[in-house]
């Protein structure tokens, strides 16, 4: 973030040239703009797709595994509480095989949640917003501080 930053602070400080000296206006660096938060966070996340491979072959791994553990354990759990497999002095109520039942399903959604891609669409957000933030002041330069107050006030309230 520190680096996208100080990128965007180097892109505005362009752009604010440009402005200031050249007579340009910053809705006409609308395509710099979106190019340049494009190319800025692209290198920061895409180097993390290396990983993207494993992570299926992991994902894909863990699913099969933690799939025949969970066919075992409910086909005992089915022959103990649900077909009288049970001895007569166990206590359905209790019994930790209703939390292992439990634990065992909360750990199949975990890995079922993984992601093949090491980051997500937020990430992407935060990075981008993070580069966008230096060149916010230039919208000054278009609508007058009080004039944009005024809006913000009228939203707000």
Do not use: C
Request: hydrophobic fraction near 50%; glycine fraction near 8%.
């Amino acid at each position: 973030m520190p680096l996208l930053l100080a990128q965007g602070a180097l892109q505005a400080g362009m752009m604010a040239d440009r402005i200031f000296f050249a007579g340009a206006s910053v809705t006409q660096f609308k395509i710099d703009i979106v190019g340049f938060v494009a190319f800025a966070v692209l290198p920061v996340r895409a180097p993390l797709l290396v990983f993207s491979p494993q992570l299926d072959r992991a994902k894909r791994t863990a699913k099969r595994e933690y799939g025949l553990l969970a066919q075992r354990y409910i086909r005992e759990f089915d022959n103990k509480w649900l077909r009288g497999g049970a001895s007569g002095d166990a206590q359905f109520m209790g019994s930790s095989d209703i939390q292992s039942l439990a634990d065992l399903a909360s750990g199949y959604e975990i890995i079922s949640g993984t992601r093949w891609i090491p980051f997500d669409a937020r990430t992407v957000l935060h990075l981008a917003v993070t580069t966008l933030v230096p060149v916010l002041p230039l919208t000054l330069t278009m609508i007058p501080l009080d004039q944009l107050l005024d809006r913000l006030l009228k939203l707000i309230f």
